[in-house]
């Protein structure tokens, strides 16, 4: 079946514009995860979402961050007023249901931001 | 703070060569996961292990959880260059959702 899918895969913007990122989780995962991966660093969680259950936004870095998913589909994260250091790939996971805590994500191919 | 520390950072080695990646932490996580990521795409589900001791194959690849659940080690044996990539491991907590990541360690296996 199709894997997570995410776009644009490359947006190259300027500093103080906002942006607007798009993740379409696997088929029947309730839950969906952004990371963040910046360069030379391992991924960093920002937000989960399950269900129709409060997202966990204690990852998101500053207030400029936010995300929404719709139902059980897709999600978007927006950064507002972009910072040079927002640069980095956004990933975005999908989990369905845990067998035994395994929680096993997986994850689509990215959005490279570049703020300039 | 990292909490999962991979060693070594960088690895380039020669196609046929043995070589063993390691994943180490302070914390007990209730599975470990080991992901493969190449340049431009997201990163690839390898393998989890869950159980304290446990020793999984996938093909050239044997993957092991310690004993206590705090560390992993990833051996590759005769590797090849479509091994090449960025192995990342990561660690979740009982209570937790979130995959906490190390750095990963980069692979370059030349032919």
């Known amino acids: 079946g199709a894997g997570v899918s995410q776009s644009p895969s490359n947006k190259v913007t300027e500093k103080g514009k906002d942006v607007e990122l798009r993740c379409d989780p696997i088929?029947?995962?309730?839950?969906l995860y952004w990371y963040r991966q910046r360069l030379g660093q391992g991924l960093e969680f920002l937000i989960y979402?399950?269900?129709?259950?409060?997202?966990?936004k204690s990852g998101l870095p500053s207030d400029r961050f936010s995300a929404e998913r719709t139902g059980e589909s897709v999600s978007t994260l927006t950064i507002q007023r972009t910072q040079q250091e927002d640069s980095a790939v956004y990933l975005c996971?999908?989990?369905?249901?845990?067998?035994?805590?395994?929680?096993?994500?997986?994850f689509g191919p990215g959005t490279r931001l570049t703020v300039l | 703070t990292q909490l999962l520390e991979q060693s070594p950072q960088f690895l380039s080695i020669q196609e046929g060569e043995n070589l063993t990646v390691y994943c180490n932490s302070s914390?007990?996580?209730?599975?470990l996961q080991w992901y493969r990521q190449e340049p431009g795409e997201g990163p690839v589900l390898l393998v989890t292990?869950?159980?304290?001791?446990e020793v999984k194959k996938l093909k050239r690849l044997t993957f092991q959880f310690g004993d206590a659940r705090k560390d992993s080690s990833l051996h590759i044996t005769a590797a090849q260059p479509g091994d090449t990539g960025l192995y990342l491991c990561?660690?979740?907590?009982?209570?937790?959702?979130?995959?906490?990541f190390g750095k990963g360690t980069s692979l370059l296996v030349t032919p």
């Open positions: 996971a999908s989990r369905g249901p845990d067998r035994e805590g395994r929680n096993e994500q997986f």
């Open positions: 088929s029947g995962h309730t839950a």
């Open positions: 979402f399950q269900g129709n259950s409060a997202p966990d």
């Open positions: 914390s007990v996580f209730s599975s």
């Open positions: 292990v869950v159980t304290g001791g």
């Open positions: 990561a660690g979740s907590f009982p209570s937790g959702y979130a995959l906490n």
